[in-house]
């Protein structure tokens, strides 16, 4: 992939590996309890420390504007860059040291002391003590399609009604946050980030800046999932700082900051009821979800990805949801890979499973019988499926798995787990649009983009996509995106939507230099520009020809706008139990999806594949540990948060795909990132299922991570 | 202070509690070395100390003193390792790649064959931490340079 050279030679410039002349360091101070009074900072000995060069607390930021909230409420409470008279979870910054050096930083902030008057947390979604005097507990409350009558609860054959957990997950970007902001005019901000131009609109409304002012570039980036798209209140107070001492000045947020303050993904308690004939038909799903959105509302609003997706892949005639989300006191749940749909999967495709036990089915042939078949589909929680043929994918998937091959006398416990899946990608209303350009030059030609890669390769997949849309060669093509300087608007880079809405922006944009340059030529030639063709960069009509370089400078813009798209996929597992410890090992992994049309197979088969060590992580190994008020305890860090290594990835791995092309995209794309982490967690936890409930083991007890000691519980007669 | 990095000798003065991987990147200017977690569990920061693979958060800069330290900048222009990364798609951020790249010639020069066994080269493998990649890449990458003539 384009600057892999670069990246495997120690050339990589991230945004801690910024030179800037006379950059200072910050370092915060953060709350160490969950939920205090704050009735003072005391920064005299910190200040009088070598090295510092300031330290601002609240009271110097009351001319900065308030935190904006990405998926907030309507009636948000306001979030100030630094606390001001209460801390509402571990970490939350109450003050900003800068100084000559990071390790004097840290000092200096290790001085400064807080006045902090304890008041209960709460960790667990529900009503607590108020965390705002003005705002209900309860941040938002909404409904999706019409309640399930009583009648089919009462006439159905069978109900399925199970709880699940959705532990908090850190999202854990190898590199933290990180920030470097250059005062003058623009104001600099070098940020690892997945969403530039947000960021430039949430620091010039903070600051009372014109957006022109500021200008946003991301350097290479050390992955994001999700996680970095907001404007955290870090980076307001460094702006902040920054603009006050008129030196630039950094922050690298370190791994202890990156478990503690920064947002997380996940948190939700479900309940889910599914209702079904004799034959497996399902006739209804209700779920209910109570989500622990954290101490601000950065992502209040992200469940309702759950409850629209609470169909998954089936025509169930009455489908109906609930979103609950709670002010939890600890840090902001937010978006993390899949936001809101490995949380719809998961409970759906559990219970599903339970119902298929429960009926004596096989659980394949029961998906199979509910399945969507006809498209486009209106869900009753208000989705509309494009397209797709959902059981070729799931019969693929069982091809690969093999399912009977593991059933019969086996040594230890072997149970074999499917689920299925349908995610949104390319966005919600409001960034379902993307621009693209592409500008001749004497020596080439420029695409511009509105998306961000955070790790992504966007640069060798468009510049071909461009190259193609041409025809010339790849090589001649520059792409440039992640600068607000560089590039005029876009919306970054998550939903899966890059490929989907910036390749398609980028498409049109190559499309309208083309017929730019026909008329253009035409002109010169007095022809019309129908006599006009395009012929790999150059321009035809009979015997005239004119490379396009002869009409650079020229440029053409492009606004994609279009519905999302809904991939889709099968996923199986075999796994083994050991009997006495626990302890699950994979014995193969199915993942079979349908991104549409593939561009590049190379970087879908790297989506894929992260994005099922991720999945693998939230089944086995990953989980935010809080107490009952809302304290981490993870005293050992990386240590105790445990991210899949490579003993833990199976090596029977059968990666596939289906090609549905998306009607409503021109390249016929769909969004690919998230695949994984939606498909892998219920598949792995139905095949410990499946293996424990001969030895009369109880599934309900399951729950993520699946450690040894929660599955040795549970396959306890 | 002396230090001896990629074979050239640096003449720093540092604080004793200052990490080797700060003063490679901040005092030095060798940014290829990262931090990913700062407390030796993620592996980003692994550099050769006398050609053993070495966690550089953990090591003070006054430790590397009288040893000889390579970082991924100092691996020879004909080191297979950069190129096979590449090749087998073993990054995507890149961010981990320098940690893998310092812990794999660590290891083969110890041992060549140390990753021509799936169990041995998991092993390794497990001693760093990549988020993006799934290590499929990663692991054909490692046999792949195991395989070529150094
Ligand atoms: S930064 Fe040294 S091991 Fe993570
Ligand atoms: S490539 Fe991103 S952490 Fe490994």
Not at chain 1, 305 to 329: C, D, G, I, K
Not at chain 1, 669 to 692: F, L, R, S, W, Y
Request: glycine share 10%; proline share 7%; aromatic share 4%.
């Amino acid at each position: 992939m384009r600057g892999d050279d670069r990246l495997t030679r120690g050339r990589g410039r991230y945004t801690a590996d910024l030179r800037v002349d006379g950059c200072l360091e910050a370092a915060f101070v953060r709350s160490p309890v969950p939920h205090a009074d704050l009735l003072g900072v005391d920064t005299t000995t910190a200040r009088t420390l070598p090295g510092v060069a300031a330290i601002l607390t609240a009271d110097d930021l009351t001319d900065v504007g308030d935190v904006p909230t990405m998926f907030g409420t309507d009636d948000s409470p306001p979030w100030r860059p630094l606390a001001t008279d209460r801390v509402r979870h571990e970490g939350e910054a109450v003050a900003v040291v800068i100084a000559d050096d990071r390790y004097r930083a840290e000092d200096a902030a290790a001085a400064v002391r807080l006045d902090l008057h304890r008041r209960p947390g709460h960790a667990a979604p529900g009503r607590a003590d108020r965390l705002y005097p003005d705002h209900d507990d309860l941040a938002l409350e909404k409904e999706f399609g019409p309640p399930v009558a009583d009648t089919t609860w009462q006439e159905a054959h069978v109900v399925i009604d199970s709880r699940y957990r959705q532990q908090l997950l850190a999202p854990t970007s190898l590199e933290a946050r990180a920030i470097l902001v250059e005062p003058g005019s623009p104001l600099t901000v070098h940020c690892s980030h997945q969403f530039p131009h947000g960021l430039r609109t949430g620091i010039a409304g903070a600051l009372g800046l014109a957006e022109d002012d500021v200008r946003v570039i991301v350097p290479d980036a050390g992955g994001a999932f999700g996680s970095k798209s907001p404007t955290y209140p870090e980076y307001l107070a460094v702006v902040a700082a920054a603009r006050d001492l008129g030196r630039p000045v950094r922050w690298v947020e370190d791994r202890t900051e990156a478990l503690t303050a920064s947002s997380r993904g996940r948190g939700q308690d479900q309940h889910v009821r599914i209702a079904a004939d004799v034959d497996g038909r399902i006739l209804a799903i209700d779920l209910q979800v109570d989500a622990d959105i954290g101490a601000h509302p950065l992502g209040a609003a992200l469940p309702g990805q759950t409850a629209l997706a609470a169909s998954e892949a089936y025509a169930v005639p009455e489908v109906h949801a609930t979103v609950r989300s709670w002010f939890t006191t600890t840090a902001p749940t937010y978006a993390y890979r899949g936001a809101g749909r490995p949380e719809a999967a998961y409970a759906v495709e559990r219970a599903v499973d339970e119902l298929a036990a429960e009926l004596g089915l096989d659980p394949a042939e029961l998906r199979r019988r509910n399945l969507v078949r006809d498209f486009p589909y209106d869900t009753p929680t208000g989705r509309r499926y494009d397209s797709g043929d959902y059981a070729a994918c799931l019969d693929r998937c069982l091809e690969l798995l093999e399912p009977d091959r593991w059933r019969g006398e086996r040594e230890r416990p072997t149970g074999v787990g499917i689920a299925c899946y349908v995610e949104r990608s390319g966005g919600e209303p409001g960034i379902l649009e993307e621009y693209g350009s592409v500008t001749v030059e004497p020596a080439g030609f420029t695409g511009r983009v509105g998306t961000s890669s955070t790790g992504q390769p966007h640069r060798t997949v468009f510049a071909q996509l461009v190259a193609d849309r041409l025809g010339v060669p790849a090589d001649v093509v520059d792409l440039v995106e992640g600068d607000t300087g560089e590039v005029p608007e876009g919306h970054g880079t998550f939903a899966s939507r890059s490929t989907q809405m910036g390749g398609a922006a980028l498409a049109g944009a190559a499309d309208a230099l083309i017929d730019e340059a026909r008329l253009q030529a035409a002109a010169r030639w007095g022809l019309s520009s129908g006599d006009v063709a395009w012929d790999k960069g150059v321009l035809r009509a009979g015997t005239r020809e004119l490379p396009v370089a002869e009409l650079a400078p020229l440029h053409a813009e492009h606004r994609f706008t279009s519905p999302p798209a809904f991939p889709y996929g099968s996923y199986g597992v075999v796994v083994e139990v050991d009997p006495d410890l626990g302890a699950v090992t994979l014995l193969r992994l199915v993942a079979v999806d349908d991104y549409g049309t593939v561009l590049d197979h190379t970087a879908t088969h790297g989506q894929t594949l992260g994005s099922i060590a991720q999945g693998l992580g939230q089944v086995l190994t990953e989980g935010v540990v809080l107490d009952d008020e809302g304290a981490t305890v993870m005293p050992d860090g990386l240590l105790d948060y445990l991210l899949p290594t490579a003993a833990e990835m199976p090596r029977d791995l059968r990666v596939d795909e289906t090609a549905v092309p998306a009607p409503d995209n021109p390249l016929g794309v769909k969004g690919a990132g998230e695949a994984g982490c939606i498909g892998v967690p219920p598949a792995v936890v139905n095949a410990v299922a499946d293996a424990i409930r001969p030895l009369g083991g109880d599934p309900s007890r399951l729950r993520m991570p699946l450690t040894p000691s929660v599955v040795w519980e549970a396959m306890q007669p | 202070m002396e230090l001896d990095v990629n074979g050239t000798r640096h003449e720093v003065t540092v604080e004793p509690r200052r990490a080797l991987a700060d003063v490679l990147r901040e005092d030095l200017g060798l940014t290829g070395t990262h931090l990913g977690c700062e407390h030796g569990v993620c592996g980003t920061c692994t550099v050769l100390l006398d050609g053993e693979p070495v966690r550089s958060c953990l090591v003070l800069a006054v430790q590397a003193t009288g040893h000889e330290v390579r970082t991924v900048e100092g691996l020879a222009d004909d080191d297979p390792l950069p190129g096979v990364f590449a090749e087998h798609h073993a990054l995507q951020c890149g961010f981990c790649t320098p940690g893998f790249l310092m812990l794999l010639r660590g290891a083969l020069d110890e041992d060549p064959t140390v990753v021509d066994d799936d169990d041995r080269l998991d092993a390794l493998l497990a001693s760093n931490l990549c988020r993006c990649t799934g290590y499929e890449g990663i692991r054909n990458a490692a046999r792949a340079a195991g395989t070529r003539p150094d």
